[in-house]
């Protein structure tokens, strides 16, 4: 037998994308490139925690929005906000298993410009093309539409604003940025966020494993 991927070399890891074995030096080069690889196999979890020690500063002209001071105080008094942003992208990623990190940079930049002229008094909306980034968009922004409702509701005036919402989400670019394989396939932020922002359970319940069992 021979790898089914470059059909040259013996297989010898099973790859639960493919439900089958493929050889080494394939589930390397095309790990979330061609093969979609579900977030809890081995050697995607292997090859996620060697980047994290290996993981270099975000170069200083790929840094998003450098002139934005995003102050950890501020993300921490806002950090409900920042919750209820994530939550929103696991809920929907329970719904649409196809997504991806870079669908989820695409509505995360083109939310921050719709608040950041939103917040100067300018009305400017532009979602982004591929329509499972524009859902993703419409979500978020639903989602902290009935944030600030509710926040008013308790409160009688909501205090987070258009330029507070500018800067949380620029702070999600900036960890997206940093959390994210780069690769076309890439889940490494959703996971990085699933850890960290756990669904309730009801909502976690409705997803289910994309592990193939051999």
């Known amino acids: 037998m021979s790898c089914p991927v470059c059909e040259k070399r013996p297989p010898k890891r099973f790859c639960p994308a493919k439900g089958e074995k493929i050889c080494a030096i394939c589930c390397g080069r095309e790990r979330e490139v061609t093969i979609d690889c579900?977030?809890?196999c081995s050697y995607l979890i292997t090859a996620h925690r060697y980047e994290a020690e290996h993981r270099q500063p975000i170069p200083s002209g790929e840094f998003p929005y450098r002139a934005v001071e995003v102050p950890p105080d501020f993300v921490y008094e806002h950090w409900p906000a920042v919750s209820e942003i994530a939550q929103a992208i696991l809920a929907f990623w329970v719904q649409n298993k196809e997504l991806a990190d870079d669908s989820v940079l695409q509505s995360l930049n083109a939310?921050?410009?719709?608040?950041?002229?939103?917040g100067t008094g300018i009305y400017y909306e532009r979602p982004p093309d591929g329509p499972l980034a524009r859902a993703l968009y419409a979500t978020i922004?639903?989602?902290l539409e009935n944030f600030r409702k509710r926040e008013t509701e308790r409160k009688g005036l909501s205090s987070l604003k258009e330029s507070d919402i500018f800067r949380l989400l620029v702070f999600l670019i900036r960890i997206e940025k940093q959390e994210t394989s780069g690769r076309p396939r890439s889940r490494a932020f959703l996971d990085f966020l699933r850890t960290r922002f756990?669904?309730?359970e009801a909502a976690a319940a409705k997803e289910t494993s994309r592990i193939i069992i051999p």
């Open 38 to 40: 579900p977030s809890d």
């Open 111 to 118: 939310l921050a410009e719709t608040y950041r002229t939103l």
């Open 198 to 200: 756990p669904l309730p």
């Open 141 to 143: 922004a639903s989602s």
